[in-house]
């Protein structure tokens, strides 16, 4: 009995791809893939649905098929693209299929219903998979490119390092900012670390007291950690909520913040006489003479 | 304007979610930088007690339009444990998690009104109103 439904399906192939391309192309007017053009659109149908019935004659998942989804996750189409065609796949072979003979009895609706079944579902099986691995692989590679900004440290000067930190700070990047801050301090030797936070945008009391954690492992291990970078809101928010930043040093700019790293380490900035000036001066003293 | 109501929080990235939107809400009505600044970190502690306690909960916002004043609420519900004692935890500096323990004093700080009701079995409902000035 399958195999009588076999052979009916891919006889009359030639009809049912028919089917499902008008009933595609239909459905196609009110929904996502109206911006793709009109061209590309139906070769993906074909080959789609070439795809499909490549699978039935082959009895299981063909690596055209891999390839074809992996080319649609590329092109970022929606995996309701997919779904909702094979759906509409298994509406049309059934329909097609029930039409061709004249009795219909129960259990010849459930062989049916099964032979399709046991031939669509693992495509949309496959299908979904590769999507859903896609994305996985997608998000984790973000997960790990975010990683590497999450708490850079910069050794701009002998004995001052900075840390500047950008973005939402959670749990475990709090971690990862105490530990890149010890290791960067004994490996750089910094007498100072600058942590700037203009890039925070909210001190509430879990990163406030992430960040007294830090400062204060900073000072255990000889070192001073100035906070820089608090904007005037979030000076008011950090007051309002009676936070306690009295034990380390902080500034309102990362530039008086190093002005105070390089006080702290006996240093200054001197500006020096340029030439120009030099030969200025030359001038004048002979105009003097 | 779309307004969206409510985030649930489930996972920690919830609540910058949470407070993105309040915050967002906030700009929409005409808070200042400061005011956004402080409805955002209280939103950001009440979503962090819901994630910490109760593991999940709500975030939702509403718009108060009254006669006289506009504002800003914003209700956290949970269904977690419950606080056992209110005035204990309303007091600076006491925490059952090792932090600050300025998150629900704070948060009473930052905002014009703030109410609190918990219950062993219902869970915690805090609300809180900034008035746009």
Redesign the interface.
Known sequence: MPERVQKIIIENSDIIIKNWLEIVSEKRQNDYTSSISEELFQSTNREFVNMIFASLEQQGLTKDLEEFSERLVNLGWPLSYLTDGLQTFRRVVIDFVLGQTDKIDTDYFSVILDRVDSWVDPIINKLVNEYSGNWEHTVSLQRVALQELSAPLIPVMRNITIMPLIG?I??ERAKLIMENLLEGVIKHNAEVVLMDITGV??????V??HI?QAAEAVRLIGSNCILVGIR???A??IV????DLGKFPTKSSLRKGFETALELTNRKIIRQKDSASAIEEMIESLDKE | MDFKPCVTIRKEWDIVGARQLGRKHAKELGFGTVDQARIATAISELARNIYLYARTGTICFEVIDELDKKGLKIVAKDNGPGIRDISQVMQDGYSTSGGLGAGLPGVKRLMDFFEIRSDSEKGTEIEAIKWLR
Do not use: F, R, S, Y
């Not at chain 1, 945008?201 to 879990?206: F, H, I, L």
């Open positions: 939402t959670d749990t945008p909210v001190v509430d009391t879990m406030a007291h007294i005037p809101e979030i008011q928010t309002n909520l009676g936070i």
